[in-house]
C-alpha cells in the first residue's frame, strides 16, 4: 500500500492550491486528508469514500475546500480556495477501513503518505 501527497506550496492569503494523492494497493475504502501545524495535533480535514463518492469535511474547510477523486488515476484531490494563514500545514493523505464515527481520529488510519507542506502568507 503506497499513498504519494504532492502539490504543496507557498500562496498568498486569499489564493488556491490542489494537493493530490496519488494511491496504490489500498484496500480501505476511505482516504481523507489531515494535516498538522507546528506545535499542534495533527487534524482531520477531509474524507471520501472511493465507492460512491461520499464527502465529509471540517468544519473549518467547509465551503472552501473540496475533496475529490479519479478511480481511473488512483488519485485522491483536495482543491483548497480562499487560503487564509491558519491553513499553513503539513498536508498528508491517509487510507481508512474504518466506519464514518471514527474519521477524525488519525489513530484509525492505516496508512500514511509523506506529507506536502503548504504555507499561506501575506
Not at 502539490?7 to 486528508?33: F, H, Y
Not at 472511493?50 to 467547509?62: E, F, I, L, M, P
Not at 473540496?66 to 503539513?90: F, G, R, W, Y
Amino acid at each position: 500500500v503506497q499513498l504519494q501527497a504532492s502539490g504543496g506550496g507557498l500562496v498568498q492569503i486569499g489564493g488556491s492550491l490542489t494537493l493530490s494523492c496519488v494511491t496504490s494497493g489500498l484496500t480501505g475504502d476511505t482516504v481523507s486528508w489531515f494535516r498538522q501545524a507546528p506545535g499542534k495535533e495533527r487534524e482531520f480535514v477531509a474524507a471520501i469514500r472511493r465507492s460512491g463518492g461520499g464527502t465529509k469535511y471540517a468544519d473549518s474547510v467547509k465551503g472552501r475546500f473540496t475533496i475529490s477523486k479519479n478511480n481511473a488515476k488512483s488519485t485522491v484531490s483536495l482543491q483548497m480556495n480562499s487560503l487564509k494563514p491558519e491553513d499553513t500545514a503539513i498536508y498528508y493523505c491517509a487510507s481508512t477501513r474504518v466506519v464514518w464515527s471514527y474519521l477524525w481520529d488519525p489513530s484509525k488510519y492505516n496508512y500514511w503518505g509523506q506529507g506536502t507542506q503548504v504555507t499561506v502568507s501575506s
